[in-house]
């Protein structure tokens, strides 16, 4: 009809025609995009990062400020122990997965399950920050729209759902030019800013208020860890790589873990670069400035270089949101396959992507911008104990996996549930690597969780064990259908049962004669059953069925109340009684109207129907449509297109 003509138009035109499951193949990425579509959250990072290292260090004065290029370096150093880390997850995990089956596998179900809650939290609040954080941009800009910059995010946050909803290659198209604008403009930003360091030209920011050189308070151990867990936000999405590793084209393994070093160097250049600059043209942490701009003026000067620099990093910032978009489906569908979330997010849509979990995503991360109102102040201190939660459970991972490894001979193999164990004789050095990650990334977790409780994150840390709580009702509830479905050690029923057949009918009218043709074509006894909710119309209704269905029994049940369905489902449970192993058939109507307003217009009573008798074993329900709009010459419904109810 024209309505679905017009629907099924819309939806093509917004995300494209079907594709085909053979198609599947063809929709993976390269390195290239691969590279745009997994790191943008990631590189994103280095736009707010130094400038937390160095509020952090104001506390103490503007003295230790030097302290944020040894920081910075050694939060490097905890990248490239992450990137070995997980590399080594990509070739040992080539399904894709990262901390999850990396958990799962090595360390329980537990664990797998507490790993994959704090990233899911982790990408929903990426999403959350980085768009009200590309907004806090336009808003800078342009104060007049900070009336609406709720409305902003989420039609930012609709834009993207919909963008990835369209497909993993045509996101990655989409994406690739502004991740690849803001990694030349900041690199060529940080080249001319050390050129004219070292030609002496460079400079020291110039109208931003000064920092005292001491506060007061003294530097302390504990202060540095500040600092460093607060640049540790650097590293958030560093994880996404291996998480996708089935959106790469073959050689999948390799391409992914080529493009995660790509990223890991790109991330680390970025962000040492901007530390250096930002310490020698001695960049003030302000409220009203970022670092970034002040490096920018400072090396461009107030120019359309300048402007080129902001923008690039506020496209990127909102851009950030799309690794979310490209992992949280993933990982969703991974919960999914093994029992702990609904199996709807295993399911590809039309386009091939898990289209639940990308409006699950939207849905969630539009939430809490509502809710905190686009404010990243609010929403920034949930942020990062969940992904660095995920680090130390997947580090902590492959050091049991390098344990049972070294247990292993030469030409031992061992199947796991994620993958395969071989003997490594490099095992020591490669367990040395993962067991120092798990212990940095536990006490940057730490001083998160103790520095930053009390302004927010005690949310994620209520709300990772209730995720895990969630997962596993769900699974539980899995396993007991499967325990109630199984065969095994039960006898299995073949012979036949009788079958009570009975007609709901509201009206003795055309719609509830083509229910009668059906029951008639079955050639077994039926009856019609009314319910007299209406004393006056029951008593037409057995005129006009003496007339026209002369041939059958019309059973009248009494409703004293004008309750419809509770005198149906009584009298079907008093069949079930009188009958307990035969099948009763309920017949019912279902008029369809050509419109949805019209439609409403009808009791629809089907569904009330429907879930009144859904709880009572061995009924079947079948509707007989009837379409008012269909030609009065069209023949009666086929059996296998049926189903019921009286609507009217």
């Not at 910075?72 to 990137?83: D, E, Q, S, Y």
């Not at 009808?602 to 129907?609: E, K, S």
Request: net charge positive; glycine share 6%; proline share 6%.
């Amino acid at each position: 009809m024209a309505t679905s003509r017009a629907s099924f138009s819309l939806r093509r035109l917004l995300l494209g025609p079907p594709l085909p499951t053979v198609a599947m193949p063809h929709q993976t990425v390269g390195k290239f995009v691969g590279l745009a579509v997994f790191s943008s959250d990631a590189l994103s990072s280095v736009a707010y990062a130094t400038e937390e290292i160095l509020v952090v260090l104001s506390v103490a004065g503007a003295a230790y400020f030097g302290l944020s290029i040894p920081i910075a370096l050694a939060i490097c150093g905890l990248l490239a122990i992450l990137t070995a880390s997980y590399r080594q997850t990509i070739f040992a995990y080539p399904s894709g997965g990262g901390a999850y089956i990396v958990a799962r596998d090595n360390l329980g179900e537990l664990a797998a399950q507490t790993a994959g809650a704090a990233l899911m939290i982790d990408y929903i609040l990426t999403v959350s920050v980085s768009v009200a954080s590309g907004v806090a941009q336009i808003v800078s800009a342009f104060p007049r729209l900070a009336p609406i910059r709720v409305e902003l995010a989420l039609a930012m946050i609709a834009g993207m759902a919909l963008v990835n909803l369209r497909g993993v290659r045509e996101s990655g198209a989409v994406f690739a030019i502004p991740t690849y604008f803001f990694i030349v403009t900041m690199l060529g930003t940080i080249a001319f800013g050390l050129y004219r360091l070292l030609t002496g030209h460079l400079g020291t920011v110039t109208d931003v208020p000064p920092v005292p050189a001491t506060t007061g308070q003294a530097l302390t151990l504990f202060l540095i860890l500040r600092a460093f867990s607060s640049g540790s936000t650097a590293l958030t999405g560093v994880e996404a790589i291996s998480n996708g590793i089935q959106a790469f084209r073959e050689p999948k393994s390799r391409n992914a873990a080529a493009t995660m070093v790509w990223m890991s160097v790109l991330l680390a250049t970025l962000f040492l670069g901007i530390t250096v600059l930002a310490h020698h043209i001695r960049a003030i942490p302000a409220e009203d400035e970022t670092v970034i701009s002040q490096i920018a003026r400072t090396v461009w000067g107030r120019g359309p270089l300048y402007l080129t620099t902001l923008t690039a990093t506020t496209v990127i910032l909102i851009m950030a949101a799309n690794t979310s978009f490209a992992d949280f489906p993933r990982l969703a569908a991974l919960h999914a396959a093994d029992g702990f979330l609904p199996r709807q997010f295993t399911i590809r849509g039309s386009r091939l992507v898990f289209s639940w979990g990308i409006v699950v995503l939207a849905s969630v991360a539009s939430l809490l911008v509502v809710i905190f109102r686009a404010s990243v102040t609010h929403l920034i201190p949930l942020y990062a104990i969940g992904v660095y939660l995920s680090f130390t459970l997947s580090q902590a991972g492959m050091v049991v996996r390098w344990l049972k490894i070294g247990r292993l001979r030469p030409d031992e193999v061992v199947e796991t549930k994620g993958s395969v164990l071989r003997y490594d004789p490099h095992w020591r050095w490669k367990l040395a690597i993962n067991a120092v990650g798990a212990a940095s990334t536990f006490v940057v977790m730490i001083v998160f969780a103790v520095t930053k409780f009390t302004s927010g994150a005690w949310i994620v840390t209520v709300l990772v064990p209730l995720l895990v709580w969630i997962f596993f009702r769900i699974h539980h509830h899995y396993e007991d259908v499967r325990r109630t479905l199984s065969l095994k050690d039960k006898p299995v029923r073949t012979e036949p049962a009788p079958v009570i057949h009975m007609v709901l009918v509201s009206d003795v009218n055309t719609a509830s004669l083509e229910q009668i043709r059906f029951v008639r074509s079955l050639g077994v006894p039926w009856f019609g059953v009314h319910v007299a909710v209406d004393e006056a119309k029951a008593e037409v209704v057995r005129s006009r069925w003496e007339r026209y269905v002369p041939d059958g029994t019309l059973i009248v049940l009494p409703s004293p109340f004008r309750d419809l369905v509770g005198p149906i489902r009584e009298y079907v449970e008093a069949l079930r009684a009188r009958h307990p192993e035969a099948f009763i058939h309920v017949v019912m109507g279902q008029i369809v109207a050509e419109h949805f307003l019209e439609q409403a217009l009808h009791q629809n009573a089907t569904v009330i129907f429907a879930l009144a008798l859904r709880h009572i074993p061995g009924v079947a329900v079948t509707n007989v449509v009837f379409p008012l709009h269909a030609p009065q010459q069209a023949p009666a419904p086929h059996p296998a297109a049926a189903v019921a109810s009286a609507d009217e």
